[in-house]
Nanobody
Framework: QVQLIQSGGGLVQAGGSLRLSCAAS????????VAWFRQAPGKERAFVAV???????FYMDSVKGRFALSRDNAENTVLLTMNNLKPEDTAVYYC?????????????????WGQGTQVTVSS
């Protein structure tokens, strides 16, 4: 059974950095895109960034220049490196995979989801 296993996250002061990892266990194909979403308390799940199998990326405006995606196809892992973090980045972060290898920002486009990981940025 294919699963997305997340790691990373935690508590950091404003201006600091964190790295989130999303590993696809049980998957041998790399022809899929991986997106990151986040959900703050009382808010809907929101798109953050996405990378496809050809390393095309798309970021939401508020994280451009601060967040960066990278993928290691040999390890079936996608990393989200977050720099210059702000208190408004505080949320539970989820990775998600789309077997059609799209660059969608809609959660419904993704078939497989990670378990979520908390990111807290203190001011």
């Amino acid at each position: 059974q294919v699963q997305l296993i997340q790691s990373g996250g935690g508590l950091v002061q404003a201006g600091g950095s964190l790295r989130l990892s999303c590993a696809a266990s049980g998957r041998t194909s790399t022809g899929y895109s991986v997106a990151w979403f986040r959900q703050a308390p009382g808010k809907e799940r929101a798109f953050v960034a996405v990378v496809d199998s050809k390393d095309n990326t798309f970021y939401m405006d508020s994280v451009k220049g601060r967040f960066a995606l990278s993928r290691d196809n040999a390890e079936n892992t996608v990393l989200l490196t977050m720099n210059n973090l702000k208190p408004e980045d505080t949320a539970v972060y989820y990775c998600a995979a789309d077997s059609s290898d799209g660059l969608s920002w809609y959660p419904t486009a993704y078939q497989l989801w990670g378990q979520g990981t908390q990111v807290t940025v203190s001011s």
